[in-house]
C-alpha cells in the first residue's frame, strides 16, 4: 500500500497518490510489504529506475524514481518531515537469507507481468516499457525516499 507520496522536487505530480495498492515493482507483483521491500532492496542496487505500479479507478499509474537519487531524495525528505527511519524496524532487521527468502517467496507465487489487475497488462507494459524501465529479475535492495508504504 502507497499511504502517502511526501512533497519535494523528486516527487512533483505523484504527491495525490494516497492509499494506493502497490499492484507490482518494474513489472514483478506484490505479494505483501516484505516481498515489496525486498525487491526495493534488490532493485534499487541494480536498477537505474524503480516503477511501482499502483491500482487507480479507471486504470493502473506507473510512478517511477531513479535509484541514482533516491539516497539523497530519502534523506532530505526524511530531515524535512521528520521521519525517524526509512522503513519500520521488523523490515530493516531483516537478514539478507531473510530478504532473499521473501524474493523467493514472491518468484515462487507468480510470474514477473507489468500489472494485470484492472484488465490493463498490456498498456501498462507499453508504458513501462515506453520508460526505460527494465522488467526482468534483479537481485539485491534499499528504500526509497519521497514515498511512504504501509
Excluded: K
Aim: contains cysteine; proline residues 6%; glycine residues 8%.
Amino acid at each position: 500500500m502507497l499511504s502517502r507520496c511526501f512533497p519535494s522536487t523528486a516527487t512533483a505530480g505523484y504527491t495525490h497518490m494516497a492509499d494506493r495498492q502497490v499492484i507490482s515493482v518494474n513489472g514483478h507483483p506484490v505479494l505483501n510489504l516484505r516481498h515489496m521491500y525486498a525487491l526495493v532492496h534488490q532493485l534499487h542496487a541494480t536498477s537505474d529506475f524503480i516503477a511501482f505500479e499502483v491500482y487507480c479507478t479507471g486504470g493502473n499509474a506507473i510512478v517511477t524514481t531513479r535509484t541514482s537519487t533516491a539516497d539523497e531524495t530519502r534523506a532530505l525528505t526524511m530531515s524535512l518531515y521528520r521521519i525517524p527511519a526509512p522503513a519500520a524496524q521488523e523490515l530493516q532487521r531483516l537478514t539478507p537469507e531473510e530478504l532473499a527468502a521473501a524474493l523467493a517467496s514472491g518468484a515462487a507465487a507468480a510470474t514477473p507481468v507489468a500489472g494485470s489487475a484492472d484488465g490493463r497488462g498490456a498498456a501498462n507494459a507499453a508504458a513501462v516499457a515506453s520508460a526505460g524501465v527494465p522488467t526482468a529479475p534483479w537481485p539485491r535492495a534499499r528504500g526509497h525516499a519521497g514515498l511512504s508504504f504501509a
